[in-house]
């Protein structure tokens, strides 16, 4: 063969495989690692979180034929609630060619993750990884934590307790308040803000408890809930999640505890069951989405879409499909599936959710600006959680503009387009 015919048919295959490389692009996917626990006493929560994380995905864009000729395919990866299998599962999914991290469960694992991630993406700049952090509210993630690559659509537990705080002002009939939470970086955090934000607000309160358990470790909370009673407490501040709020849930009601509770995530996967008839009128969660009443149809129309789909499951994590459509939109303005690009489009991005609010992705911080609710534990709702008859009544919302917090965020790692 001669060398001019050879080097022809090393063009004509060249561009041949081009070709199939772009058409195999085209028609490829978009995946997501969901790095959360799907097995082990938080399964239920990391569960739920994948069945919303797959139906936003179809909704938002592989219904409408996907996103820039490309579907969005979630991956679930069991990390156990460990930072350890987190980073196990982060390189995994590095591995597998997947550049976007969606983690939402422990912040504690989310500082591991951010942290893996600023390292890698400095390391290999070639091969970029996007941190989607649902759910993980440690205010050190967009503040001494910050860097590019990091995405918080969720408020923040200093944002969630100003919103908590908020509506404790108002009741003159709390005098004394019990803090309970988990042992780790975010019930550490949420401790601190009940204290900082009640001694602006309500100096008067006395805060009759202070107190951190084993995060999973705790099955039977009646001497917590023997501690809080002989404390006189009129209320009841946690941020338990998980296993832990249900058990302390239903030691509550054991234990005829009649204060009050404010809480983060006092909702769903078993904790609404548990807590039942007690809990009405007086178990309070503060949220990003509404339930009852759905604000508008299209919120609605979606809850219904994925009771039908789902009829054990509810929609518990508003923020998640915040999350999908916000991504859906960033790739459709970069034009591109490249977490560097994707990460330009969503800093400053403006949305406004199915449920009518309007949501802002801070350059600044990467922290999302989003007004809250506070939701009261009630019967007779029209979206009922756990199939139990109880279910959230939004009380009142609170604007964006209020819950809006300073920064100390100093973002030194964004890269140069």
Same mark, same amino acid.
């Given at each position: 063969m001669s060398v001019k015919k050879h080097t022809l048919k090393l063009v004509a295959a060249t561009a041949v495989a081009s070709i199939m490389s772009t058409s195999a692009m085209a028609e490829g996917t978009i995946k997501i690692a969901f790095i959360d626990p799907l097995s082990g006493p938080f399964a239920a929560v990391g569960q739920s979180g994948f069945s919303e994380y797959k139906f936003a995905a179809d909704y938002f864009a592989n219904n409408q034929g996907g996103v820039i000729g490309k579907k969005i395919e979630i991956v679930g990866l069991d990390n156990k609630i460990s930072p350890k299998e987190s980073l196990i599962q982060l390189k995994n999914a590095i591995g597998q060619g997947i550049r976007f991290i969606a983690q939402g469960n422990s912040s504690g694992v989310a500082n591991a993750l951010t942290d893996a991630i600023r390292k890698h993406n400095k390391r290999n700049p070639d091969k970029t990884v996007l941190f989607l952090n649902y759910s993980a509210v440690d205010p050190a993630l967009t503040e001494k934590k910050c860097n590019f690559w990091h995405f918080r659509f969720d408020a923040n537990a200093n944002m969630k307790m100003s919103a908590i705080t908020d509506t404790i002002k108002k009741r003159k009939d709390i005098k004394k308040i019990y803090i309970i939470g988990q042992d780790y970086s975010f019930g550490k955090a949420v401790s601190a803000a009940a204290k900082k934000f009640l001694k602006m607000k309500r100096p008067d309160i006395e805060i009759v408890g202070d107190e951190l358990h084993p995060i999973g470790k705790v099955k039977d909370f009646t001497p917590y809930i023997s501690k809080i009673s002989a404390s006189g407490a009129? %209320?009841?501040? #946690?941020?338990?999640?998980? %296993?832990?709020? *249900?058990?302390? %849930?239903? %030691? $509550?009601?054991?234990?005829? *505890?009649? @204060?009050?509770?404010?809480? !983060? !995530? $006092? $909702?769903?996967?078993?904790? #609404? @069951?548990a807590i039942g008839e007690g809990g009405v009128g007086r178990i309070r969660l503060v949220s990003e989405g509404h339930q009852n009443p759905a604000p508008t149809a299209t919120w609605d129309a979606y809850l219904g879409a994925y009771k039908k789909l789902n009829p054990k499951k509810d929609i518990t994590q508003a923020r998640i499909a915040h999350v999908v459509q916000m991504f859906v939109k960033a790739v459709k303005k970069a034009n591109s599936a490249d977490p560097m690009k994707v990460a330009f489009a969503l800093e400053g991005m403006e949305n406004t959710t199915l449920a009518g609010d309007k949501m802002v992705m801070r350059a600044s911080d990467h922290q999302l600006q989003m007004p809250l609710q506070i939701?009261?534990?009630? @019967?007779?709702?029209?979206?009922?959680?756990?199939n139990s008859g109880y279910g959230l009544q939004t009380e009142n919302t609170v604007p964006l503009t209020t819950n809006e917090l300073a920064t100390s965020c100093n973002m030194k790692n964004r890269p140069k387009m």
């Open positions: 009129n %209320a009841i501040i #946690t941020g338990n999640w998980g %296993a832990d709020m *249900v058990n302390l %849930a239903r %030691a $509550a009601n054991s234990g005829g *505890v009649k @204060a009050d509770f404010f809480t !983060y !995530y $006092a $909702a769903g996967t078993g904790i #609404t @069951a939701a009261v534990h009630s @019967a007779g709702v029209k979206w009922d959680i756990d």
